[in-house]
């Protein structure tokens, strides 16, 4: 009889050891799954961040390389023309586009942007004739780099969660609204 009490309760111990040892394992696979699950969870809002980055800096870049023709073009101007109306508003926005060019330029440094340095050169013989045609043509032509560039950076505004980001743009759109006004005073022949 005590041969079988003590199978019993060789029995019972055994039981509610396995017992504990599945619990435990059930509960350490329940853990491990939950633990891949939020590793997943966030992957996907790192990946997310980095597509969120890549388009702004690829927005940050076109409207550096918009800027950079512009004092390119307004350089060509300033030094080609003949006309002291026309070289005056040329160099005017040249010196107003590499102010805005310094401010992008912290701003990609900050940011580790990398912003394009050259966009080629003007031909010099576009912009050395000063008919009304001239007027109109250049006009027209810096008038429609700035609205890209200030569309571009409205939606940069939009678009980004960074504050810096944020504010380098709203200091930046008033002072191309300026230059633009600057262009609609100027006045063709």
């Known amino acids: 009889m005590k041969r079988k009490e003590v199978n019993k309760k060789a029995e019972r111990y055994i039981t509610v050891g396995l017992l504990v040892v599945i619990f435990i394992s059930l509960d350490s696979c329940e853990f491990k799954r939950k633990n891949q699950l939020d590793y997943t969870s966030s992957d996907k809002i790192e990946n997310k961040n980095v597509a ?67 966009t080629g050169n003007v031909s010099s013989k576009t912009f050395e004739s000063d008919n009304n045609e001239f007027r109109n043509f250049y006009k027209k032509k810096i008038s429609v780099l700035i609205e890209e560039e200030i569309n571009k950076l409205e939606n940069l505004r939009k678009f980004t969660n960074d504050l810096d980001l944020k504010i380098k743009v709203v200091k930046i759109i008033p002072l191309l609204k300026s230059n633009l006004d600057q262009l609609e005073q100027f006045k063709t022949k």
Do not use: G, Y
Not at 58 to 84: D, G, Y
């Open 52 to 118: 969120i980055n890549v388009k702004e800096a690829r927005l940050f870049s076109e409207v550096a390389k918009l800027n950079l023709q512009i004092v390119n073009i307004n350089r060509t101007v300033a030094e080609t023309n003949n006309v002291l109306e026309v070289k005056m508003l040329a160099h005017t926005l040249e010196k107003s586009h590499r102010e805005i060019r310094n401010l992008l330029n912290e701003t990609a440094k900050d940011k580790l942007i990398l912003l394009p340095n050259t």
